[in-house]
């Protein structure tokens, strides 16, 4: 079994690790105004995901997600930026919370060591301690409901209460591998186009990105309503062409299924749409079974097509150029 796959075992594990750790974190003891995700890739998603809860439960503070290698505004008193690097090493976190430091903003980090772990200790700024020895896409739960404890306790997510927070853990020990291996044949072979809008949008880009990573397999994600005002064009003409190479995959739940220009979207499109229920029992938990699915349909892919999901040997290169260009640059 791959790394991975054994990583997916133990997220019921992870979210309860991570709700803990938040709760329990007592160097945040203030309401941010504004609260600013920065990370990269799977910790830039956990971003994504807080922008789909405060769109429909509401927070007392803005959220905003910066995946860069700066910060394109002027910190603020009452801002908090969360800056997650999960091997703590990624250079544009790095070179972003420098930014922040010398800016005197207020920051936690979270991370589970590297170079961002050892500024943090020698700038003293707030951190939660990652469970080491992951692979980063997989230690979501852990990371996302640290942020959730954090904020329910510090009274900025008001709507959720640890009943909802607990209600939606028990969500990722739900058996949904039959589920994600019918999602996955019918994804099999073809170019695939998520269709969501809020608050699931956060669903349909870790789709993308899992379907890219684990099973090396190209995607596009596009947000209702605005498509309705563009690419939808675009598709009706990809289709006139490479109608049998073309899968539409709609991700969402309650929220999105009731929707008026969902509706529209599925008339006017007039074809063939399978949607990924993600269920009726409250955003935060189809949110929790939206990412789960994601990556057992991403590993059940990466198996049809005999490849390897832990390696990520494009990205290892990237990395490794941009090093090399930095040198001793990079923080």
């Known amino acids: 079994m ?11 594990e992870l979210a309860k690790i991570g709700l803990e750790k938040g709760l329990n974190e007592e160097c945040i003891d203030f309401s941010p105004r504004e609260i600013v995700i920065v990370g990269m890739g799977g910790s830039g998603i956990v971003g994504n995901t807080l922008e789909d809860i405060s769109h429909f439960y509401g927070m007392n503070a803005k959220v905003t997600t910066v995946k860069s290698n700066v910060i394109p505004f002027k910190p603020d008193e009452r801002s908090l930026f969360i800056v997650i690097s999960y091997s703590g090493n990624t250079i544009e976190t790095l070179s972003a919370y420098k930014q922040l430091l010398e800016e005197n903003a207020k920051t936690l980090v979270i991370t589970s060591g590297g170079l961002l772990e050892k500024f943090a200790i020698e700038n003293k700024s707030c951190m939660i301690k990652l469970t080491p020895k992951l692979l980063p896409r997989g230690d979501f739960p852990e990371i996302f409901y640290s942020i959730l404890g954090l904020l329910v306790k510090n009274n900025v997510l008001r709507a959720i209460n640890n009943e909802k927070l607990h209600s939606s853990i028990e969500v990722l020990k739900e058996d949904l591998e039959n589920y994600a291996k ?8 073809k170019i695939v186009i998520f269709i969501s809008s809020k608050p699931y949008l956060s669903v349909a880009i870790r789709f993308k990105n899992d379907f890219a990573e684990n099973s090396k397999s190209i995607s596009f994600v596009e947000e209702i309503p605005e498509f309705l005002h563009n690419s939808i064009e675009g598709i009706n003409r990809l289709l006139m ?3 049998d190479r073309i899968k539409i995959l709609s991700i969402g739940g309650k929220m999105l299924f009731n929707n008026i220009f969902y509706e529209s979207f599925k008339e006017a499109l007039n074809l063939k749409i399978t949607e990924v229920d993600l269920g009726s029992d409250g955003v935060l938990n189809e949110i929790a079974r939206g990412f789960k699915l994601s990556g057992l349909v991403s590993l059940k892919l990466a198996s049809i097509y005999d490849i390897d999901p832990d390696e990520t040997s494009s990205i290892d290169v990237y990395k490794e150029k941009l090093s090399s260009v930095l040198g001793n640059r990079s923080f």
């Open 2 to 12: 791959n790394k991975l796959n054994k990583i997916f075992e133990k997220w019921y």
């Open 182 to 189: 019918n999602i996955a044949n019918e994804a099999k072979d």
């Open 241 to 243: 062409f490479y109608k």
